[in-house]
């Protein structure tokens, strides 16, 4: 011991223990400190009952005497920081040449073992900036897995553990698989076997008994675990393909014979497979499943599932039955049944040969999707929504070469829906305004009046909607909210139809509960009393003959909401009720529609219709004596 630091033990300013641990830390010598880090001792200076360090980025740091000796962690020259401190060209270039070589240093200078965060900490700074470090420490694994003498976890927080001898990475695997105490563990173990199946030395003796297992492990798992299993057996099949020697005690299980028995799950199991082993499933439907293959490959269609319905279309075109797919797309876009991950992919996909069904109609579909889903908390339709309001051409390329006409309705069905506000509602619409410059007026103040403009309603079909709208309100919306709740408390949400059930009725009545709110608004009740009859105006009844067969017939014009074509009434917002309004008695009117022969009427007649006709809805509603003599002149 140095004779200073003796005499600071006799006269008791040091124990003999910190006197022991400052003797190792003289001059020069390489040291750690837990906050401090590296650092490296530049002088004693015992008189003044400290020493110095010099740390990385802090000079000529002072301590105590005691501190330093309980603080201090030695390090010798062979400590990876040391060789890197006196040698940092030769380590740069033994990472180059010699990685292992460098890892081997650096796990024994922390011990035998460390997580790659500590071996980072190391290198990264005055080695290796973040993106070299990843590039490095990628290629740095693949060699170290392959030497033997070094553990690689497959989690990254576990530790790095150098052996002490070498382990070939074939028996490496089989001990992981063998170890593996969770079917999850096993399914990996396997990936790497078949991966690496080259470098087992004796195939038969190493991987018979791996096969053995996998496969008693799918027979005990298929009832209450298919994925799993469909999963073993992807892996033994591709064992068995790569290693010919191997023999499988179990043939007639496959993954065909597995996807057939699980038909009617396959919507829940799909989703638990890797992306790879998902598409291999979804390719063997034809196989597995014969020619009613497509029925199930359009459930799966309406699924929530993303991968599925990217997949689909592929297995369709391999088999030659596109054209199915098509009718089906068709079909669903018409009744606006297509699902919101069906609708993503196919705007995706709309460059492709999906292109003819990118039409206006595709925007109603869009839009009734997320309507449903406003009120699914199981939805995906958030994608659906971004892609809509992100993808600035999507909606253009819907009402590219169409008419006018078409736009402006199609325009009308995005102001109306509820999913949308007002902002959003007015970018989207911009987009098909560049379109149709002259549709502008939509959604300008000229629009807005067109749009607030009052109703003409009979009071009693004013009665009849205010009542429809408050049994929504008191009755069927509470009533549908405590279904849900029901619904809710029978567990997983994926497989409760109930509660799906529910949740579509609950979107269907709030938007019915929206329309109304609207209907009501702009709605002026009217008796019809005192009707201008010196030309056809609402509340008049008008005779009309055919100026070609000389057969009269009798029309009731009334309000927006009134309306029996069996007995004549019919609503001024028509087309028949539209072409008279405003023409006298004596004119003659060209007629066309829904309900008349197209041509040429003269009006007889034009009378004052009774007061406020309770308008029948069906046949058996009763119409009023006076109405009914009336409708019959």
Not at 1 to 27: C, F, I, R, W, Y
Not at 53 to 82: N, R, T
Not at 224 to 246: K, S
Not at 509 to 537: H, Y
Request: hydrophobic share 40%; proline share 4%; aromatic share 6%.
């Amino acid at each position: 011991m140095d004779v200073e630091l003796e005499k600071l033990v006799e006269s008791g300013k040091l124990t003999a223990k910190n006197a022991d641990q400052l003797d190792k830390l003289k001059p020069g010598t390489y040291c750690l400190h837990k906050s401090w880090g590296f650092g490296r001792v530049a002088e004693w200076n015992l008189l003044l009952n400290q020493i110095l360090i010099d740390f990385q980025g802090k000079k000529g740091h002072p301590m105590q005497l005691a501190y330093a000796a309980d603080h201090l962690a030695v390090i010798g020259p062979e400590h990876f920081l040391a060789r890197k401190a006196t040698d940092m060209a030769g380590i740069k270039e033994r990472l180059k040449k010699d990685p292992a070589g460098i890892m081997r240093n650096v796990l024994e200078s922390l011990g035998g073992s460390a997580t790659p965060m500590q071996i980072s900490q190391l290198m990264m700074g005055d080695l290796f900036n973040e993106a070299e470090w990843k590039r490095w420490w990628d290629s740095t694994k693949k060699v170290l897995k392959k030497e033997g003498f070094f553990h690689i976890p497959t989690k990254k927080t576990e530790p790095i553990q150098l052996r002490a001898e070498k382990v070939s990475r074939a028996d490496e695997l089989v001990t992981f698989f063998n170890q593996a105490r969770q079917p999850k563990e096993q399914a990996a173990a396997l990936d790497q076997i078949i991966k690496f199946h080259h470098e087992f030395s004796d195939t038969a003796a190493q991987l018979q008994p791996v096969v053995d297992a996998v496969e008693e492990a799918a027979a005990r798992n298929q009832r209450f675990n298919p994925a799993l299993v469909i999963e073993l057996l992807m892996a033994r099949d591709d064992l068995m393909e790569r290693c010919p020697q191997l023999q499988s005690s179990h043939p007639e299980v496959t993954v065909t014979t597995v996807v057939a028995d699980e038909e009617a799950r396959l919507l829940n199991i799909l989703p638990k497979l890797p992306s790879s082993k998902e598409r291999r499933v979804l390719q063997l439907l034809p196989t597995a499943l014969g020619p009613a293959w497509t029925v199930r490959a359009f459930q799966l269609m309406q699924g929530n599932h993303a991968r599925a319905v990217a997949q689909l279309p592929r297995v369709f075109a391999e088999a030659g039955q596109q054209a199915e797919l098509r009718a089906y797309l068709q079909r669903g876009i018409r009744e606006h049944s297509v699902t919101s991950e069906a609708l993503v992919w196919l705007c995706k996909e709309r460059d492709s040969e999906w292109r003819d069904l990118i039409t206006p109609e595709l925007l109603g579909a869009v839009l009734s999707a997320l309507e449903r889903d406003q009120h699914n908390e199981n939805s995906r339709g958030s994608k659906l929504r971004d892609l809509l309001l992100d993808d600035r051409e999507l909606v253009p390329d819907m009402f590219a070469d169409v008419e006018s006409s078409v736009a402006r309705d199609g325009m009308r069905r995005l102001m109306l829906t509820p999913v949308f506000d007002e902002l959003t509602k007015r970018s989207l619409l911009a987009r098909i305004i560049k379109l149709f410059p002259e549709l502008e007026s939509v959604v300008t103040g000229e629009q807005k009046e067109e749009k607030t403009e009052s109703l003409v309603v009979s009071w009693s079909s004013l009665d009849k909607r205010k009542n429809e709208f408050e049994e929504l309100v008191n009755k069927k919306i509470p009533e549908n909210s405590k279904e849900i709740g029901v619904a809710r408390s029978y567990g997983d949400l994926r497989e409760n139809f109930e509660f799906k059930a529910a949740k579509e009725m609950q979107a269907v009545l709030m938007r019915r509960k929206a329309e109304l709110e609207v209907m009501l608004v702009r709605a002026r009740g009217t008796n019809f009393e005192n009707p201008d009859t010196s030309q056809v105006s609402i509340g008049t009844i008008v005779t009309l003959r055919d100026a070609a067969s000389g057969k009269q017939e009798v029309y009731t014009i009334l309000g927006a909401w009134d309306g029996n074509p069996d007995l004549g009434i019919i609503s001024y917002q028509t087309a028949i009720g539209q072409a008279l309004l405003g023409h006298k008695a004596g004119e003659t009117v060209t007629l066309s529609g829904e309900h008349s022969a197209a041509g040429q009427y003269e009006i007889l007649s034009i009378e004052p219709a009774p007061l406020d006709i309770a308008v029948p809805e069906t046949a058996a509603t009763e119409v009023t004596s006076d109405a009914v003599v009336a409708q019959g002149r």
